[in-house]
């Protein structure tokens, strides 16, 4: 009779040891899809620098060269003339041809400089220059209580440049500024 009960009790021990394992898969999984739907922590500035310097660099009405007689844009040939336009254009000129911010955009501001390769000659542009400048110190991690208030991203295309009959090649880095 002992004996038999030593029998029953590791028969249901054995049989509870895939049952235990099986809990502990549930339990982690269930932990798992609740850290996952708290995630609050969500930086989205990457991808709306990334459009913006999309929008700017193949909008046919921004800097690109646009061809009235077949009405096509080019976005790897930026148009001179259109570019140094820009300098003298005030924050709402980009925005309404590309992507408005709004009249106060407290969201994002770039600068845009044009290095002609064969020439030498640098030529700079900015949208919201005002912010440009107010958060270009912040993107250093050194700056003290501003530092990590806004995010930097560069991106630099090789590009063609359109000045009267003349292409000549060229550097276009744009430097988006996102406040996070």
């Keep these: ?16 040891i895939p049952k235990f394992i099986y809990l502990i898969i549930a339990f982690l999984s269930v932990i798992f899809l609740l850290r996952l739907v708290i995630l609050t922590d969500i ?3 990457e991808a709306e620098a990334r459009i913006l ?6 909008s046919p009405s921004v800097i690109s060269y646009y061809d009235p007689d ?3 844009g080019y976005p790897g040939i930026i148009d001179f003339e259109k570019y140094k336009k820009q300098q ?5 000129e980009i925005d309404t041809k590309t992507i408005t911010y709004g009249q106060g955009n407290k969201l994002i501001a770039a600068k845009l400089t044009l290095e002609n390769i064969e020439a030498g000659a ?3 542009i900015f949208y919201n220059k005002e912010n440009y400048e107010f958060w270009e110190p912040r993107i250093l991690s050194t700056v003290v209580g501003g530092s990590g ?4 991203i560069t991106e630099q295309r090789y ?3 359109k000045n009267a009959d003349r292409i000549e090649k060229g550097i276009l880095k744009i430097q988006v500024i996102v406040r996070k």
């Design 149 to 152: 208030s806004v995010k930097s």
């Design 159 to 161: 590009v063609l440049i």
């Design 70 to 72: 077949i009405g096509r």
């Design 88 to 92: 003298n254009a005030d924050i709402n």
């Design 1 to 16: 009779m002992f004996n038999k009960k030593r029998g029953v009790i590791s028969e249901h021990l054995i049989l509870w």
């Design 122 to 124: 640098q030529d700079i």
């Design 43 to 45: 930086d989205a500035s």
């Design 53 to 58: 310097t999309n929008r700017i660099f193949y």
